[in-house]
């Protein structure tokens, strides 16, 4: 019998008629949180920055990816076992998750073999999934990305990476973390250049309910473009992580809107492979370059494989942004470094900018349907010292050089320790680990 076709989209705001407005979330960021959390010396990030090795030469796998099977205890075994419970497990989103029957990729798994890996590294599986969109979609991405992940929160360079690739390619990419709660995680929603962080903590019941029809719908093709996908998700009028927002939208390593929209195939791979890593690099070596008891030679170890990153990026879109005016090493330059200083004093002092931005919430004017940026991108934000630019123009970062030395060999599999670090205060730390 012929498939069922999808269900219609929920019904989107009208253009230009305002719409609901888009309510900030109250309490504290939990994508900040998170960021903190792992990114900061001694954070979850480090135990994996620590083993990084600039030898280990990126492979791009271009086979479909192996799922396994997954029920509830194996979520629990990721959750109470971080280096040994097989990680965060990543699917197709549904309605309940594991529920009855769910097909997942656990990050830390010796038996799966068809991944990609690079410096020593696996590719986190959120993007092994949307590599798998793209091979079964002959090459091509859906009109929007979509994957669940259970267990863990999201981190940055996914986050990341979601806006560099949508804002240049014009797609969307959903991810929802914590999928198997209704009540704690966050709807990532990025759809060209909009970023709309819903966190679950600050929605009622029914509003998670209507987010998760949203995100069936777009993974089932029932949307035809992300603004659609926009309308629908501000029709709902959960409230969104306004500082989460400003934070991802004010990555200075974004492209400008479109200008990559026949990206495809081979090219498409390369460019999100290269993407991925350089934004690895520069979230997990900025918490080894942000402890001062490192020793030089770790440092420098990060340091190698950022420069090897930003060739390898440099090389992934030179040919595809020529003329357009674009400085594509200085771009590169950008996406290797942190969101957030490396100085661990200038990041102590960014992460109370950051909290100040947060309390200042209340108070900022809110966002409508009809204003459709979550901020004036060519404004510089008062609390936060990090400029919001439309389009990127561009500032390469300059790192030291200095001697090598050797690190492990062999892509691990070993999973980092997700705890939150003693670097995270307690008004920031979640009363569960992330």
């Known amino acids: 019998p012929a498939a069922a076709p999808p269900p219609p989209p929920p019904a989107p705001v009208a253009p230009g008629s305002g719409g609901r407005p888009l309510r900030a979330a109250p309490g504290p960021s939990y994508v900040l949180q998170h960021y903190h959390c792992t990114g900061c010396p001694d954070g979850a990030f480090s135990w ?172 089932d093709g029932a949307y035809s473009s992300g603004r659609e996908i926009y309308q629908s998700v501000v029709s709902v009028g959960a409230p969104v992580d306004e500082a989460a927002q400003v934070f991802y939208l004010g990555d200075k ?53 950022r420069a090897r990153a930003k060739r390898t990026l440099m090389a992934a879109w030179s040919s595809h942004l020529a003329g357009r005016g674009i400085d594509v090493e200085a771009y590169a330059a950008a996406a290797v470094a942190p969101l957030l200083p490396e100085d661990p004093g200038e990041y102590t002092q960014s992460r109370r900018s950051l909290r100040a931005l947060r309390q200042a919430g209340a108070m900022a004017p809110r966002l409508t349907a009809a204003r459709l940026q979550a901020v004036d991108e060519n404004a510089q934000s008062p609390e936060l010292p990090l400029k919001v630019p439309h389009r990127w123009t561009g500032a390469a970062r300059r790192h030291r050089s200095r001697d090598a030395r050797s690190a492990c060999s062999g892509v691990s599999t070993a999973a980092p320790d997700d705890a939150a670090s003693a670097w995270s205060d307690p008004s920031e730390t979640e009363e569960e680990p992330l």
């Open 48 to 219: 994996r920055a620590a083993q990084v090795d600039p030898r280990k030469a990126m492979f791009v796998c271009h086979e479909p990816r192996e799922y396994r099977s997954t029920i509830l205890r194996d979520i629990q075994v990721s959750k109470e076992d971080k280096r040994r419970g097989g990680g965060p497990r990543v699917g197709p989103f549904q309605e309940r998750i594991p529920g009855t029957g769910w097909e997942a990729l656990p990050k830390y798994d010796y038996t799966t073999r068809n991944r990609s890996s690079a410096f020593n590294e696996r590719m986190h599986v959120e993007w092994e999934k949307h590599v798998d969109h793209i091979l079964a979609g002959g090459g091509e991405l859906p009109v929007a990305s979509v994957v669940a992940k259970a267990g863990f929160r999201s981190c940055a360079p996914c986050c990341r990476d979601m806006l560099a690739l949508a804002r240049p390619t014009g797609k969307a990419f959903i991810m929802v973390d914590l999928a198997e709660d209704d009540e704690r995680g966050t709807f990532h929603f990025v759809l060209g250049d909009e970023y709309l962080p819903v966190p679950k903590e600050a929605c009622s019941p029914l509003e998670v309910a209507a987010l998760k029809k949203v995100v069936a719908a777009a993974q």
């Open 253 to 305: 390593a974004l492209l400008p809107s479109g200008c990559a929209m026949h990206l495809k195939g081979t090219a498409l791979l390369d460019v999100l492979h290269a993407e991925h890593f350089a934004r690895l690099l520069a979230e997990y070596g900025a918490s080894i370059l942000r402890d001062a008891l490192r020793p030089a030679a770790q440092k420098d170890v990060v340091l190698q494989c």
